[in-house]
């Protein structure tokens, strides 16, 4: 599966950014998909992750409330809105899926990342 983000960029504290991430070479199907980030000087952590059917999205607790995550697997994308973006939010957003074969077994994939740069 490749992945490929859009949608960073600089925004002043407070405001919103909406990422897009879209798979292409898919084999057979994508189960997860979500977000990571990393910030400078720190390991990569998770966003939000949301299932194949869409329900009961995953979510960081630094992010609840503010960031919202969601899919259109017609288009084999995942969505990332971000609301109230704090400087903390500033970072490298990595794009995830898991790809399952038919006898079950999972290979992640991950994109290059799209950087979100929050100014104060």
């Known amino acids: 599966v490749q992945l490929v983000e859009s949608g960073g960029g600089l925004v002043q504290a407070g405001g919103s950014l909406r990422l897009s991430c879209v798979a292409s070479a898919i084999v057979f199907s994508i189960d997860d998909m979500g977000w990571y980030r990393q910030a400078p000087g720190k390991q990569r952590e998770l966003v939000a992750t949301?299932?194949?059917?869409?329900?009961?999205?995953n979510y960081a607790d630094s992010v609840k409330g503010r960031f919202t995550i969601s899919r259109d697997n017609a288009k084999n994308t995942v969505y990332l809105q971000m609301n109230s973006l704090k400087p903390d939010d500033t970072a490298v957003y990595y794009c995830?899926?898991?790809?399952?074969?038919?006898?079950?077994?999972?290979?992640?994939?991950w994109g290059e990342g799209t950087l979100v740069t929050v100014s104060s």
């Open positions: 995830h899926a898991k790809e399952v074969d038919y006898w079950g077994n999972a290979v992640d994939s």
């Open positions: 949301i299932t194949t059917g869409g329900g009961s999205p």
